[in-house]
C-alpha cells in the first residue's frame, strides 16, 4: 500500500514538473491526505528587466510593422524582427514597451533579453557604443592603414585586419585601441576578434586585453632552492 502511494506521489510530481515546462506555469503538488494531493497553480513571475519602459529621445524616429521594427537615428539605422512570443507597443507618452505575448517558458526568456536588444539599438543610434582594448608586452603595437587595423603581436608576420561597415576605430600610442559605433554587438564581436589573436597570459598579462579586464595572475614556477 505504501509504495502505490510512493508511486502515485512520483507519477503526479513528474507530470506537474512537465505540464509546467510546457504552459509556463510552475505548478506544486500540496498534499492533503495520506491519499492524495490538492493541485495548486502559481503563475510565473515577470522579467524585471523585461518590464522596465524604454525611453526614446527626441532625435530618434521608430517605425513598428507588425513584428519589425526600425531605429533611426543620428548615428545610423538598426532593425529588428521579434519571435512571436513578444510584442513592441508604443505608449501615448512616448514610451516603448516589450511585453509577452503569450504565457510559456520561451515567452519568458525572450522578454528580458528583446528589451535590451530594443534599448541598445535605441542608444546606439542616438548615443553610440565604444570599447576600449589595451596592449600589453615587447614590441607589440598597432597602426591604421586606411580601413585596415595592422597588429604587431609577436609573430613572424604582422595580423591585418579589416575594419567592419558602421564602426569607427582609433588608436592611441600605439598599444590602446577603440572601437565605437552604433551596433553594439558588432563592436563587441570586432573587440573580441582583436583579443583572440593574444589573450592576456596569466603569467606576466602579456597580451591584448580589455582595458576594464582584470588578470588573474599566477605565480611562476619557483627555482630550486640550494
Not at 508511486?7 to 506537474?16: D, P, V, Y
Not at 595580423?159 to 567592419?164: A, C, E, G, N
Request: charged share 30%; hydrophobic share 35%; with cysteine.
Amino acid at each position: 500500500m505504501a509504495s502505490s502511494i510512493t508511486s502515485s506521489f512520483q507519477t503526479s510530481n513528474l507530470r506537474s514538473v512537465f505540464l509546467g515546462e510546457r504552459n509556463g506555469f510552475c505548478i506544486s503538488n500540496v498534499p492533503v491526505t495520506r491519499g492524495g494531493s490538492l493541485r495548486k497553480t502559481i503563475e510565473c513571475k515577470e522579467s524585471r528587466i523585461g518590464k522596465q519602459p524604454i525611453e526614446v529621445p527626441s532625435n530618434v524616429t521608430l517605425t513598428l510593422e507588425g513584428q519589425d521594427l526600425k531605429v533611426k537615428g543620428p548615428l545610423g539605422e538598426l532593425s529588428i524582427i521579434y519571435p512571436r512570443e513578444v510584442e513592441v507597443v508604443r505608449e501615448e507618452s512616448g514610451l516603448l514597451r516589450v511585453k509577452k505575448a503569450v504565457e510559456t517558458r520561451r515567452a519568458n526568456q525572450m522578454h528580458g533579453l528583446f528589451r535590451t536588444l530594443t534599448d541598445n539599438m535605441v542608444v546606439g543610434v542616438s548615443k553610440g557604443f565604444e570599447k576600449k582594448l589595451q596592449m600589453v608586452g615587447v614590441g607589440y603595437r598597432a597602426v591604421l592603414e586606411g580601413r585596415d587595423l595592422v597588429l604587431s603581436l609577436g609573430f613572424s608576420h604582422p595580423v591585418r585586419m579589416t575594419i567592419p561597415n558602421g564602426l569607427k576605430v582609433k588608436v592611441e600610442e600605439n598599444t590602446r585601441i577603440t572601437v565605437s559605433g552604433y551596433d553594439k554587438s558588432a563592436i563587441g564581436q570586432f573587440a573580441a576578434s582583436i583579443r583572440k589573436w593574444r589573450p592576456p597570459e596569466p603569467y606576466k598579462g602579456k597580451g591584448v586585453k580589455y582595458a576594464d579586464e582584470v588578470i588573474r595572475r599566477k605565480e611562476g614556477k619557483a627555482g630550486k632552492k640550494k
